[in-house]
């Protein structure tokens, strides 16, 4: 066993779920349990440290870029209404509102990276859908006010605002 495997004390298997699609073979994360609002979902490490985005990856800093331990982690998907949140400052998943059992985890992939990897088109479903997604730095500034940001992209958006 590494330490990484040993430094996260909680199991993810009692959090959270993978569950495979069928028909697109595409995998998300589903909670295992409620959480309330603003609760520590599970705490995370960096399997891996990279100097640029991946698409499997959050942003620490200009050139850090790092893969999530436990892996389940990396199936989070993307909502532009989403029900969590990586703290990269805390190394936690966070809830963002109320989190039922069975519920599908989901994240705002721009809340974590300045510029993507690879941009895609959301089909979220949500009424807030912003449709092509891209980064942080591409976010409207009324869009900005709707969401949480890690440190670090905080800190890049406020940058450039001044």
Known sequence: MSFVETAVDQDQT??????????TNHRSLFSK?????N?????FLAKNVLPAPTY??????????IELFPECLGCTNHSCEPNCFFDTTRMEFISLRPILEGEELTFFYPSAEWDMDRAFQC????????????????????????????????????AVKS
């Open 14 to 23: 009692e959090v959270a779920e993978i569950r495979i699609d069928p028909i």
């Open 33 to 37: 349990k409620s959480f309330r609002g």
């Open 39 to 43: 609760e520590v979902i599970i705490k």
């Open 123 to 158: 089909h979220c479903g949500s009424e807030q859908c912003l449709g092509l997604i891209k980064g942080a730095r591409y976010l409207s500034e009324d869009r900005i006010g709707y969401y949480r940001f890690t440190d670090f992209i905080h800190q890049k958006l406020q």
């Open 56 to 65: 499997l990856t959050v942003q620490i800093s200009d050139s850090v870029h």
